[in-house]
């Protein structure tokens, strides 16, 4: 079955730095778009970034453009989201997803995640 494990959220300050990792098993990694979305305290599920199959196309939603940065590496069946210039309400438990923007909440496919916070 799917499997989709997140890993390197933690603590950091203000303008600080993370690289999120999410390991892939149990289907064709390189078959499909993938996605971050994440969850912050009392708040629903906001996608943040997706990535094509290939790793030809990325997009971002607006709160993080500039600042973060998805990439694959198919042949390790490994997705990452490179996080720089962090805010405080960039905390939020961060998910990979099977997916791209428009359809990761219908494939129902997201990882436990890892939580992200980000305070002085």
């Known amino acids: 079955q799917v499997q989709l494990v997140e890993s390197g959220g933690g603590l950091v300050q203000p303008g600080g730095s993370l690289r999120l990792s999410c390991a892939a098993s149990?289907?064709?990694?390189?078959?499909?778009?993938m996605s971050w979305v994440r969850q912050a305290p009392g708040k629903g599920l906001e996608w943040v970034s997706e990535i094509w199959s290939g790793g030809g196309r990325t997009y971002y939603a607006d709160s993080v453009k500039g600042r973060f940065t998805i990439s694959r590496d198919n042949a390790k069946n490994t997705l990452y989201l490179q996080m720089n210039s962090l805010k405080p309400e960039d905390t939020a438990v961060y998910h990979c997803?099977?997916?791209?923007?428009?359809?990761?909440?219908?494939?129902?496919?997201w990882g436990q995640g890892t939580q992200v916070t980000v305070s002085s």
């Open positions: 997803a099977r997916g791209g923007s428009s359809s990761w909440s219908v494939e129902g496919s």
């Open positions: 149990g289907f064709t990694f390189s078959y499909y778009p």
